[in-house]
């Protein structure tokens, strides 16, 4: 199976499921080599990451530099 192939069936990459599962560190967004994170500020002023599919490359960087994962 081609690295391709392997990518295509990777799942995306979930940062949070739930807000307390994110510090708000952003160490993802910085990370990210496509620059598919972007931030949103929540009704109390808390910022938090979201991928945008369109542009992901299921590098799972972002993953691997989050200090609550």
Avoid: H, W
Wanted: charged share 30%.
């Amino acid at each position: 199976m081609s690295k391709k192939q392997l990518k295509a069936e990777r799942n995306y990459p979930i940062l949070f499921t739930s807000k307390d599962e994110c510090c708000g560190c952003l160490a993802c967004a910085a990370i990210c080599p496509m620059q598919t994170i972007k931030v949103s500020i929540d009704e109390e002023g808390f910022e938090y990451p979201a991928i945008d599919r369109k542009k992901c490359v299921k590098c799972y960087s972002c993953i691997s530099v989050c200090p609550l994962k």
